[in-house]
């Protein structure tokens, strides 16, 4: 049974931090792209980023480019997501993500998908 559970989440004013990680269990973890994504009320859920499986490389959106870092690490089956200088626009709910196609990941597509770990950041 594929699970991917999410953690770090909670409310802070901007300009703050958060970690978010993501346990997952029931596939081999490290063979599949895993990736945050975010969903804001209103709006589409999109991808923040996505980090490939084997030599790893990460992709960005423009929005997060430089404030986010991405990074797995496998023999935990865990992926993380490290915020800075959170702001305002950053509020949502926050997913896990896990896929094997990397086109579809990039597009906000994954295969498996966590329950999700809200972000909350006041001006």
């Known amino acids: 049974q594929v699970q991917l559970v999410e953690s770090g989440g909670g409310s802070v004013p901007a300009g703050g931090s958060l970690r978010l990680s993501c346990a997952a269990s029931?596939?081999?973890?490290?063979?599949?792209?895993m990736g945050w994504f975010r969903q804001a009320p209103g709006k589409e859920r999109e991808r923040v980023a996505v980090l490939t499986n084997g030599v790893s490389s990460t992709y960005y959106s423009d929005s997060v480019k430089g404030r986010f870092t991405i990074s797995r690490d496998n023999a935990k089956n865990t992926l993380y997501l490290q915020m800075n200088n959170l702001k305002p626009e950053d509020t949502a709910m926050y997913y896990c993500g896990a896929g094997t196609v990397f086109w579809r990941m990039n597009s906000g597509q994954a295969d498996y998908w966590g329950q999700g770990t809200q972000v909350n950041v006041s001006s």
């Open positions: 029931g596939f081999t973890y490290a063979r599949y792209f």
